[in-house]
């Protein structure tokens, strides 16, 4: 946890929350920037699923926890925080800081586990929310670093908003930086599928 922040970005990152709450995480602005995948990554992946369907067993998922997801320093500055002219610099910039670990997931299957802040509903439906570390909380402390969230999007109408409980949620995960305005709205982003309880 950063504990350095300035009191201008933690009024940026509330902000930030209080419009995802009230408008939905926006679709505009600029498309997210993913680092290249590598063809060696996609080599193990496949040798990996060639033999997991000569075995016969399906493969083990991948639950990644906040201690994986935010166990390193971003550092991000005003600069790599709200940038307009130079995002594909800034971009670059945060994701050099994640670690080839986690950015060789981007486009898999995971599952990850966290507290649910939902932030967008039609009608009765949860569409969009947030997966955070811990469960908010009103006024002390400090806001989190952008790799100590994962901004997620609803994909299957099974998905209903948990409050009090931390959540394991299954899809299609994203790495890299994502921008809305030029605001870092993102590092994680997952297409949510699936909700269950932690173990």
């Excluded at 920037?33 to 991948?62: C, D, E, I, N, T």
Aim: net charge positive.
């Amino acid at each position: 946890m950063i504990k350095n922040l300035s009191a201008r970005r933690y009024c940026v990152f509330l902000g930030f929350i209080a419009a995802l709450s009230a408008t939905g995480m926006a679709r505009a602005g600029d498309a997210p920037s993913s680092p290249p995948k590598a063809a060696a990554a996609g080599a193990v992946a496949s040798s990996a699923h060639s033999a997991a369907a000569l075995s016969h067993q399906p493969a083990k998922p991948v639950v990644l926890g906040f201690d994986q997801l935010a166990g390193y320093p971003l550092k991000i500055t005003d600069e790599l925080q709200m940038n307009t002219n130079r995002t594909a610099w800034a971009d670059a910039q945060v994701n050099a800081m994640i670690p080839e670990s986690i950015r060789k997931l981007d486009g898999q299957r995971v599952f990850v586990e966290g507290f649910m802040v939902p932030v967008a509903f039609d009608k009765e439906r949860l569409t969009e929310f947030i997966l955070v570390r811990d469960m908010p909380g009103c006024c002390f402390g400090f806001p989190p670093n952008p790799h100590e969230w994962v901004k997620a999007v609803v994909k299957a109408p099974n998905i209903k908003a948990e409050f009090d409980n931390p959540v394991r949620v299954g899809g299609i995960f994203h790495v890299g930086a994502e921008r809305q305005a030029g605001y870092l709205s993102a590092v994680y982003r997952l297409d949510a599928e699936e909700l269950g309880a932690t173990r």
